[in-house]
């Protein structure tokens, strides 16, 4: 059958883990700058989706192609590995080294495809800065950008803890998206699967690192009023940290602890009846 088990997806989701902490450097970079390129193109899919109908939840219905594409095609998403990488770490399967290294080179390609798109992008779209006014996708991302950021600072510690929290959120559905992908072993059921939880994040408007790391940039590339250190201080390690607890705890740990524990159990009763 097409359907696999969540018993079953919780030993994947450790064997997944293990594969992707024995990756080689050349590897995570390269598929973590097509993950970051790919969520990128997405969101400006959703952009002009929005623009175009004047409905916010079309954005939240074309978005998740790109993360679809990245998780039929094993490419590397950090906000996805912080719900898996650290099983392999917590059963002993791998180093902490081994951990922080995988994390650090994925968050690194991620970021790296994100602003390679977001130059191409404000390049054709600007016909590199020829063109003085900015078209409605543009226009969006300065305003999307100056909200993320200083839209948030100006509420002070509250605005800050907001953007965190929201991080949470989206890292909850984005990582429910990961492993939803595992419970199908067809093509088109995994698309569907690990589409509804990110089509759920987008269209509530939470907050995505990898999204960010375009997003805010490619604002600042069409005249937002934001600093590098507004990106960084006010948003980027806010909702990384953000997304690293959603990911780990509310999907990484609460299923692998759940079922696969249930499944260690059961197979331990087994062997002692045999």
């Not at 400006?44 to 039929?72: C, D, E």
């Not at 800050?160 to 949470?168: D, Q, T």
Request: glycine letters at 10%.
């Amino acid at each position: 059958m097409d359907y696999v088990t969540p018993k079953e997806v919780a030993g994947n989701m450790l064997n997944a883990a293990v594969t992707k902490a024995s990756l080689g450097t050349k590897d995570l970079l390269i598929r973590g700058i097509l993950s970051g390129a790919l969520l990128a193109i997405s969101v400006t899919l959703a952009y002009a989706a929005v623009t175009q109908t004047k409905i916010a939840l079309t954005g939240a219905i074309v978005f998740p192609v790109g993360f679809v594409i990245i998780v039929i095609l094993g490419l590397e998403l950090v906000t996805g590995s912080f719900a898996l990488i650290p099983l392999a770490y917590f059963e002993k399967k791998i180093s902490r080294a081994t951990m922080l290294k995988n994390l650090s080179l994925v968050f690194l390609g991620n970021l790296i495809g994100s602003l390679l798109y977001a130059v191409l992008y404000w390049a054709a779209a600007s016909e590199v800065g020829t063109i003085a006014s900015v078209g409605a996708i543009d226009q969006m991302l300065v305003t999307v950008a100056e909200k993320k950021t200083i839209g948030y600072a100006q509420h002070g510690a509250p605005g800050l803890f907001a953007a965190f929290v929201k991080a949470i959120l989206c890292n909850w559905m984005v990582c429910m998206g990961v492993v939803m992908a595992m419970t199908s072993k067809s093509t088109l059921g995994k698309i569907l699967a690990a589409g509804i939880p990110i089509f759920i994040f987008f269209a509530l408007g939470y907050e995505h690192a990898v999204v960010n790391m375009f997003v805010i940039p490619a604002g600042m590339l069409f005249g937002a009023k934001v600093s590098i250190t507004d990106w960084w201080l006010y948003n980027q390690l806010i909702v990384t940290a953000g997304n690293i607890v959603g990911g780990l705890l509310f999907t990484g740990m609460a299923i692998y602890y759940t079922y696969g524990r249930q499944a260690k159990t059961e197979l331990n009763a087994l062997q002692k009846v045999a």
